[in-house]
């Protein structure tokens, strides 16, 4: 600290000239601090207990399907915690607290007049066409990755849901980075950035051998109908290819997740039609690392002494964290894209911090197909270099395929901070200069 | 079982053990050192490759070993400071369990008819035939004669003085250079080279260039300029305007790939490759000759235009090589290049038979230092190159140049021989440069090359595409115009080439397979023919002058899918040369059981249209006047016979055919199934 200064209240309010705040107080208060009258509850649920298949039916009504059914059918038990709050960055809240009430939408539901924090922070009106729109705008908008992300070391490793047997383990390092509308980390617009990117995810594969040095470069642009740009570096070819965009809605590497999938929804958002389906309290996977019982033994020799999530119940397929009752957006995503492979994208949008803790897929016959949850852990619940930083920060991951009965986990060294992440390593060149 | 033999049995026993033996370890990942600043894989692997007819064409067992030191300088000069490397060794046992193929038994005599020889030698002696049996059955490098005498042959011109069989040049391993390609049926000229390793046979060797001895086939990276060390380069970053700019440089041996091309070589120039290694069209991570460079970038990131835009300046400092086309002998040679050269070198340092000449259905004895290859000249001048690189609104190109040498060789007609058809120590004033003449050095031209390359994502396509084009100054081409029968041209090719993800439902309903196409032309600017050679005379076959296809399209097409979560990769990989009309099909499926399993199984089956492609092969010009005049000039007493003229068009597929039939209708016969499988980690 402090990273931070430059977008205190008060430069916020010197850039605009003005000192009245614009989103009134108690939409900032049901938007950022939705648990500070008392957590949610539910009759048949107590915060603490383990869920199980002996159990599971009396909360069910707070369980989305997919999950219910796995514990139903004794694929997965897990334990839950009570509802503490993961109050985003007060940067964030601030920005959202001076330019929320600023935002329109274009009839094509591209977001305007936008600076910095929540889109929009108002309730979701059940009868407003744009609701579920607005919602996945504020997910895009979010600090899910603070803007400026590493993750390393990154594990995907493929199992057979069926026998639990591991297939194979690619072994990632990830950086993510917002260009614009940046709260967290000076500046608030990273310059130049002549291509008016919004946002940059690079990864470079470690391990296996006939990956590694396999990266990836995305550009997402600041005009959301501008199709994402995207590059790929093979290691066997020594050459960067120029991705199609059909291969954002393919399955990454052979893992059960495809380049859209990531971090809940990673495509456009004018890809999709988006329907806010009602607000829900529902069981996400927000937890507090640190606090966790049980952890992986690896990685091992970490210098950090950090170990990741551990996996387990059917085929070692389902995250080992704690579950607790939170406010919930459901927004029902449909591809405009008639030959994407899905029906639906269901997403359980966590209200405090407009992340995407559980989305499930369904096939274009509209069929259950994928289950995706996200832990999120409590930044202040991690590693040191967190601490602080007001981010949900990513923790695990599952992509189960349950008709395939295959899965991908994904477990999470994550850290938020600006010096792994400079702008020039977002490069196409940086891909060939990391490459061997 | 002789002992090279049994060595080689016992290596690959061994190979296979370790290999079963690494099945039993735990798994291992990538190692790192405890600060995790060192990092090691690698992989050992088997390549067993069996060829239609010829049997085992390749039993490689490769080690290959990359390490990278991160130094993570903390302050001072540099951002980045690191180590990086790789080392391969490989053995190819196909030089012992095959021998009498690649090894020390190949090859052998070679004979064929001769009925010309009779009606010939008459005319060589100006009357009538002096043996009454005529010899039917003439060997290489035999001498002709009475047959009841036991000395059929070939007609050994004047010069030899006799006959260029010796201890030193007998008729034993032995292949018609191209025999491998075709069946000779075109009555065009027919060379044999000696085919063993030059240890064993050391006729039409040429130093420096194609000169490997069998351990230097078998171990194919034990050579002189330690191919086991296949990169070694320091990486260092100096910060420039607070980290927004980058100074970088790789200095060492290393690979520098420019282009976004898969499969041809527009831009992707800067390294040679070692075409002997592997069959044509695999990925050239593995064959590319890495060099040692010095490779500066200056980046300066995102500007106010460039999303990206980078500078790069590059000096080779390490000593020309030029590809490695594959020495007269070995299981892969692009264009048989490396048959014709050692045949070539051994006329000129041997002497040697040459069938169908001057006419079909003769043969003759060429003395050393007449026709041939002399020598070669690797050059040793210097090699620069620049790159802009960039992406402006999403597109990303670049801009090259390098100025450096040809790395395939020119055949330089030119220097100064002895007349065949003169008595032994050759006519007054030899040697001399007789023009048209087939005596030749190698040699590498320089060359100044600009191109660029684009790629870009069309959306309404669902498609990316990339282009890449060249131009590039001097190159030299086979010219039977030319008094050095060969001449320059600046050549310009260009590729475009589109991906495309598709879903084929009834395939692969969750898994979109990759649909990959490339178009590729190459046009030779001052591209020139005739049909009449420089005395004004008709030709008696084909066109003169250059023989190479003034234009040229080849097509590719690769469509890979995926199943099992990409543990099971089956691809279909064709190619298709339009002016050659030879086309390359290669199914392969890979498997790959765990991170340090890889299993791939391939074919690769070539076709061509029609019969191998005929050039002018030179035979019908008038080198040695009056003595190589045409008959009919000669009877007819004209003055055109007392003066060189250029060829008269007569054509076969040797020597020049091959560059017709390009690199897939020189393999048309090289039918393969290639198994690989490989422990990673």
């Known amino acids: 600290m402090n990273r931070m200064t430059a977008f205190t209240a008060a430069a916020l309010i010197a850039a605009h000239g003005t000192a009245t705040a614009a989103v009134p107080e108690d939409v900032i208060k049901a938007s950022f601090y939705p648990y500070a009258d008392g957590a949610p509850q539910h009759e048949g649920y107590t915060p603490g207990m383990h869920v199980s298949a002996d159990n599971v039916d009396q909360i069910k009504d707070i369980l989305d399907p997919f999950t219910y059914r796995y514990v139903k059918q004794g694929w997965y038990e897990f334990d839950t915690t009570e509802t503490f709050p993961m109050t985003l960055h007060p940067n964030y809240i601030e920005a959202t607290r001076q330019y929320g009430d600023q935002v329109t939408l274009s009839d094509q539901g591209v977001i305007e007049n936008f600076r910095a924090g929540r889109p929009f922070p108002q309730e979701p009106d059940p009868d407003d066409p744009w609701a579920g729109t607005k919602l996945m705008w504020n997910f895009q908008r979010s600090i899910n990755a603070g803007d400026s992300e590493t993750i390393y070391p990154f594990w995907w490793t493929f199992r057979n849901a069926n026998t639990g047997k591991t297939e194979r383990q690619i072994r990632f390092h990830w950086h993510f980075l917002n260009w614009k509308h940046r709260t967290i980390f000076e500046p608030e617009n990273i310059e130049p950035n002549p291509g008016e990117i919004f946002r940059s995810i690079y990864s470079t594969v470690l391990e296996p051998f006939d990956l590694a040095n396999t990266q990836l470069l995305i550009y997402r642009y600041e005009n959301d109908l501008q199709r994402d740009d995207g590059w790929l570096y093979l290691g066997f070819q020594r050459r960067v290819r120029r991705l199609a965009s059909g291969q954002i809605t393919d399955a990454f590497l052979g893992t059960d997740a495809m380049i859209e999938d990531f971090e809940g929804y990673n495509g456009r958002i004018s890809d999709y039609n988006w329907k806010y389906a009602g607000t829900q309290y529902i069981l996400m996977p927000y937890e507090k690392h640190n606090e966790q019982k049980v952890l992986d033994s690896e990685p091992a020799g970490d210098r950090d002494g950090f170990r990741f999530i551990a996996f387990g119940g059917k085929g070692n397929c389902f995250p080992q964290v704690t579950w607790q009752l939170r406010k919930a957006y459901i927004i029902e995503g449909s591809p405009k894209d008639p030959n994407h492979p899905l029906s639906k994208r269901l997403i359980y949008q966590d209200a405090e911090t407009a992340t995407l803790p559980l989305v499930v897929l369904y096939d274009k016959k509209g069929d259950p197909w994928k289950y995706f949850p996200i832990c999120k852990t409590h930044s202040d619940y991690h590693l040191p270099v967190n601490k602080g930083k007001g981010v949900a920060l990513d923790d695990c991951a599952l992509f189960f395929d349950e008709q395939a009965m295959h899965c991908t986990t994904l477990q999470f060294k994550s850290s938020i901070n600006a010096e792994d992440n400079r702008p020039n390593i977002f490069t196409v060149q940086q891909m060939r200069k990391k490459g061997r | ?681």
């Open chain 2, 1 to 681: 079982m002789n002992k090279k033999s049994h060595n080689a049995h016992g290596a690959v026993v061994v190979a296979t053990g370790l290999l079963l033996a690494l099945a039993t370890l735990p798994a291992q990942a990538v190692w790192y050192s405890d600060d995790g600043s060192i990092e090691l894989r690698g992989f050992i692997d088997s390549s067993t490759y069996a060829r239609d007819g010829v049997g085992l064409s390749k039993q490689r067992i490769q080690g290959q070993l990359e390490f990278f030191k991160d130094f993570r300088p903390s302050g001072g000069l540099f951002s980045e400071l690191s180590l990086g490397g790789v080392l391969r060794l490989s053995y190819d046992a196909v030089y012992d369990l095959n021998d009498d193929e690649y090894g020390k038994k190949a090859g052998g005599p070679r004979n064929f008819p001769a009925p010309g020889n009779p009606a010939f030698f008459a005319a060589l002696n100006g009357g009538a035939p002096p043996f009454p049996d005529a010899p039917t059955n003439p060997q290489y490098a035999g001498a002709f004669g009475p047959e009841s005498l036991g000395a059929n042959g070939a007609i050994p011109l004047p010069g030899t003085g006799g006959s260029i069989a010796s201890p030193g040049n007998p008729n034993d391993g032995l292949r018609f250079a191209a025999e491998d390609l075709y069946g000779y049926g075109d009555g065009g000229t027919v060379l044999a080279t000696p085919v063993r390793p030059c240890n064993i046979d050391s006729r039409g060797c040429i130093k420096d260039y194609m000169d490997r001895d069998l351990d230097e086939l078998r171990f194919r990276e034990i050579t002189d300029d330690l191919d086991w060390l296949r990169e070694l380069y320091l990486n260092a970053t100096i910060p420039l305007k607070g980290g927004q700019h980058e100074l970088a440089f790789r200095i060492g041996r290393q690979q520098v790939v420019w282009g976004r091309t898969d499969l041809f070589r527009v831009l992707d120039v800067v390294n040679p490759i070692d075409f002997g290694r592997q069959n044509i069209y695999a990925e050239f991570e593995d064959s590319r000759i890495p060099q040692g460079i010095v490779n500066i970038e200056y980046r300066f990131g995102a500007t106010r235009l460039f999303e990206d835009i980078n500078v790069q300046l590059l000096y080779k400092f390490e000593r020309f090589r030029p590809h490695d086309l594959g020495q007269g002998g070995e299981p892969y040679a692009v264009l048989g290049a490396g048959n014709l050269f050692r045949a070539l070198k051994n006329c000129y340092d041997n002497g040697c038979t040459v069938w169908n000449f001057p006419v079909t259905g003769t043969a003759v004895d060429f003395p050393a230092g007449s026709i041939g290859i002399r020598d070669v000249r690797i050059p040793d001048g210097e090699e620069f190159g620049a790159r802009i690189e960039g992406v402006f609104k999403g597109v990303g190109f670049s801009l090259n140049a390098l100025y450096f040498y040809s790395q395939f060789p020119s055949l330089r007609g030119g220097i100064p021989v002895k007349n065949p058809f003169a008595p032994p120590g050759g006519a007054p004033g030899d040697p001399r440069f007789y023009p048209y003449n087939f005596g030749f050095d190698i040699e590498f031209p320089r060359l100044l090359m600009f191109g660029g390359s684009a790629d870009w994502y069309w959306d309404r396509a669902k498609t990316s595409f990339r282009v890449e084009m060249s131009y590039t100054q001097d190159e030299e081409f086979a010219d039977t115009l030319s008094p050095r029968l060969f001449s320059k041209s600046d050549v310009y090719r260009w590729v475009v080439g589109f991906d495309r993800p598709t879903f084929i439902p009834f395939l692969n309903k969750t898994r979109a397979f990759l649909i990959s196409g490339q178009v590729f032309g190459q046009h030779l600017l001052d591209h020139r023919t005739s049909s009449t050679n420089s005395a004004g005379l008709p030709s008696l076959g084909g066109d003169l002058g250059f023989q190479d296809h003034e234009s040229n399209i080849f097509l590719t097409l690769l469509i890979q899918g995926n199943y099992l979560n990409d543990r099971l990769t089956p691809t279909l990989l064709a190619a298709y040369d339009t002016e050659a009309e030879a086309g390359v099909v290669g199914p392969s499926v890979e498997f790959k059981p765990s991170n340090h399993w890889y299993f791939k199984l391939g074919l690769n089956l070539k076709w061509t249209s029609g019969g191998p492609p005929v050039a002018d092969d030179n035979r019908t010009a008038n080198i040695f006047p009056p003595a190589t005049c045409a008959p009919p000039l000669a009877a007819a007493g004209s003055p055109l016979c007392n003066a060189p003229y250029s060829s008269l068009g007569l054509e076969g597929f040797e020597p020049l055919g091959r560059f017709r039939a390009g690199p897939i209708g020189t393999a048309a016969r090289e039918d393969e199934l290639q198994f690989i499988v490989r422990y990673q980690f």
